[in-house]
């Protein structure tokens, strides 16, 4: 379903952001998740060699090394979906991207490689990262450097940002903002 595209997932501390992730998941045969913050407990987790895989990868060590391995691993894989937690730690604006990061979100469509990644940040995150994204799904956000940020993309709709509920996203792709989500949590789809 998202295997090959590049999403990017914004929004405050506690306004939904993982709820929303694990809806987007949730169909995902084929599908690494680094949990930089130990935050995916549980499911299904198994490997099946050439047929579905879900891998939860909570390494230790620094988390731009993890990155490169993981990133690498979507690459070389294909037709999968990485999910990158926390972004901002380890794909910092000021910094180069690591190599295999920037090669997975440039061209790794050509094998079905997509990038599911998530911020409380976009400010700090990388503009090569951000450049590929095929969509944005942003929510409630009160920094004003953060809100300027997305100002470029969304213009007047950022002034939504600091009033949007919890579980409320604005959706961004390159054609502008398309519509607005909510995130059913009893369900765990989106409404």
């Not at 809100?147 to 950022?158: C, H, K, L, P, T």
């Not at 792709?173 to 519509?179: A, L, N, Q, R």
């Amino acid at each position: 379903m998202l295997e090959g595209k590049v999403i990017g997932v914004f929004a405050k501390r506690g306004a939904g952001k993982s709820t929303l992730v694990r809806s987007l998941i949730r169909q995902e045969s084929r599908l690494i998740v680094y949990d930089y913050m130990h935050e995916y407990t549980g499911g299904a987790l198994d490997y099946l060699p050439g047929q579905r895989f879900r891998y939860l990868a909570r390494l230790a060590g620094k988390a731009r090394g993890n990155v490169e391995l993981l990133a690498g691993l979507a690459m070389d894989a294909g037709n999968c979906l990485i999910v990158l937690e926390e972004v901002d730690r380890y794909a910092e604006v000021n910094k180069p991207l690591p190599e295999p990061l920037s090669e997975l979100v440039e061209q790794g469509r050509h094998k079905g490689a997509g990038v599911l990644f998530v911020t409380r940040r976009p400010s700090r995150v990388h503009r090569d990262l951000t450049a590929q994204c095929d969509a944005m799904l942003i929510g409630p956000m009160t920094e004003p450097r953060d809100i300027a940020y997305f100002r470029e993309y969304i213009g007047e709709s950022a002034d939504e940002l600091p009033k949007l509920e919890k579980f409320r996203f604005l959706v961004w792709t390159p054609e502008g903002v398309s519509s607005r989500m909510n995130v059913d949590i009893r369900a765990g789809d989106l409404a």
